[in-house]
C-alpha cells in the first residue's frame, strides 16, 4: 500500500477517533464511513444492518466463496486521557479499545477490493456496531437483509497491547471466553431503622453473595471466573433500613456451556442465601457474548496469510479471558478471529491513555488482503 493511502487511512481513524459514539449510537461514525466508500463504488452497500451497522459488497466475475471482513463502529463511556492532537472531541466518549483502527483497516481493504475486485465469489466489508455491549452481531444476524450477504467464511482481528508490534496471535479452537452479566436483585423488607428488627434487610445476604460469587469458580473444572462488578444495598436515606439489595457480577469461562453451567451454580447459590435470610430473589441477564471458536479451515487461511507475508507469528495454547461478540458468527459460519500486537509498552484496551497506533493499519490491510487471495483469486 503506497504511503499516500497510508496517510489517507491514519487521517480518517483520527477523525473517528475525535469523534466517538457509544454503542447502538453510531449514526455519525456510520455517515463517515459511507462518504468514505462512495468514491470506492462497492457492488451493493447494505444501511442500517443490526441498527446502524454497514456492509459494502464487492462481487467477482465467476462463482466462489463468500468471506465476510468485519470491524466494530462503537466507542466506550470513558473519559480519555492523552496528549495526542486527535483527542475525543466529545465528554466521557473515546475509542480506548481501538475499534477506530479497524475500521480504518476494513477501509484500507475497500481500496484494495476498488482497484482490484474478487475474481471469483464475494467480498463483504462489514462495520458492525453494538460490539462493546455484545448485542451487535446478534442484531447483524437477526436483521433480514443479512440473509443476501450470508457468508461461508468470516474474519476479524483485534489489537493486543503487551504483545510485539505487528505480530500475529493465533489460536485453532476457543480464542476468546463467553460472558454473561449477571443482576441478582434481593428484595426484603423496609423498616425504620431505629427499629432493624421490625424489617428485613438484606445487607448481609448481599456481603455473603459478593464473597461467594466470586470464590465459585473454585468448584468448577474448567476455567471459569466470576468478577462482582456493582452493588447497591437500598437508598440514601439515614432514616430507614433497607428493603431490596443489587449485585451484579460478570460470569466468564471458554466454553459456552461452561459460561451457562456456571449460571446455573451462580443462581442455585444465590437462591440458597435468599432462603437462609428470608429474602425473595430474582436474576436478569445482560451482554451475553458467545465464545470465540476458530475454525480449522479459516485458521489456516490466517496462519498462511502471516507466512505469506513473514510476520512474527505468536501461536496461544489458553484462550483469552475477555470477551468478543464477534462469536456469535462462529454459530453460522467458518471464523477466524486473530491478534494484531500493538506493543509491549501500549496502554491496555479500555485504559484512558489508549489510542491505536497507525503502523498497524498496513499490516492488518496486509492479512485481510492475503487471506482473500487465498479464497478468491
Not at 446502524?52 to 462503537?74: M, T, Y
Not at 496471535?169 to 428488627?197: D, L, Q, W, Y
Not at 437508598?235 to 451457562?260: C, I, S
Not at 502471516?306 to 479471558?321: G, M, S, V
Request: glycine share 8%; aromatic share 8%.
Amino acid at each position: 500500500m503506497d504511503a499516500s493511502r497510508i496517510k489517507q487511512l491514519s487521517a480518517f481513524r483520527r477523525t473517528l477517533h475525535q469523534y466517538p459514539e457509544l454503542s447502538g449510537e453510531e449514526k455519525e461514525t456510520a455517515n463517515r464511513v459511507l462518504e468514505f466508500f462512495e468514491p470506492l463504488n462497492p457492488d451493493k452497500t447494505f444501511q442500517g444492518l443490526g441498527g446502524n451497522g454497514l456492509a459494502f459488497v464487492f462481487e467477482g466475475k465467476e462463482k466462489g466463496p463468500v468471506s465476510l471482513f468485519r470491524c466494530e463502529l462503537d466507542a466506550l463511556p470513558i473519559t480519555e486521557e492523552n496528549d495526542i492532537k486527535h483527542l475525543s472531541k466529545v465528554p466521557h466518549k473515546s475509542h480506548v479499545c481501538g475499534h477506530d483502527g479497524h475500521m480504518a483497516i476494513i477501509s484500507g481493504l475497500g481500496f484494495e477490493l476498488a482497484e482490484n475486485r474478487p475474481r471469483k465469489g464475494k467480498v463483504i466489508l462489514l462495520f458492525q456496531p453494538a460490539e462493546e455491549t455484545g448485542e451487535g452481531a446478534e442484531a447483524v444476524i437477526k436483521d433480514p437483509k443479512f440473509k443476501e450477504i450470508r457468508p461461508d467464511y468470516a474474519f476479524a482481528l483485534h489489537n493486543l497491547p503487551g504483545f510485539e508490534s505487528h505480530q500475529i496471535v493465533i489460536k485453532k479452537g476457543a480464542f476468546a471466553a463467553a460472558s454473561i452479566g449477571m443482576i441478582i436483585r434481593f428484595k426484603g423488607r423496609n423498616s425504620h431503622s431505629a427499629h432493624p428488627e421490625a424489617g428485613n434487610s438484606p445487607a448481609e445476604a448481599m456481603a455473603k453473595t459478593i464473597v461467594a460469587l466470586e470464590k465459585l469458580p473454585d468448584a468448577m473444572k474448567k476455567f471459569t471466573l466470576v468478577t462482582v462488578i456493582h452493588a447497591k444495598l437500598g437508598e440514601v436515606a439515614f432514616g430507614t433500613t433497607p428493603g431490596e439489595a443489587t449485585v451484579m457480577a460478570t460470569l466468564r469461562a471458554h466454553e459456552n456451556e461452561t459460561r451457562d453451567l456456571l449460571v446455573v451454580y451462580a443462581e442455585k447459590l444465590c437462591a440458597h442465601i435468599a432462603k437462609e435470610y428470608g429474602l425473595e430473589v430474582g436474576f436478569d441477564y445482560t451482554e451475553i457474548f458467545a465464545a470465540t471458536h476458530n475454525d480449522p479451515e479459516a485458521w489456516e487461511l490466517g496462519n498462511q496469510a502471516a507466512k505469506n507475508l513473514a510476520l512474527k507469528t505468536k501461536h496461544i495454547r489458553i484462550p483469552f479471558r475477555w470477551s468478543e461478540d464477534f462469536g456469535l458468527f462462529s454459530s453460522h459460519t467458518k471464523t477466524l478471529l486473530f491478534g494484531l500486537g500493538s506493543g509491549k509498552k501500549q496502554p491496555q484496551l479500555h485504559e484512558p491513555n489508549f489510542d491505536f497506533p497507525d503502523a498497524l493499519i498496513p499490516t492488518g490491510v496486509a492479512m485481510f488482503k492475503e487471506i482473500m487471495h487465498q479464497l478468491h483469486d
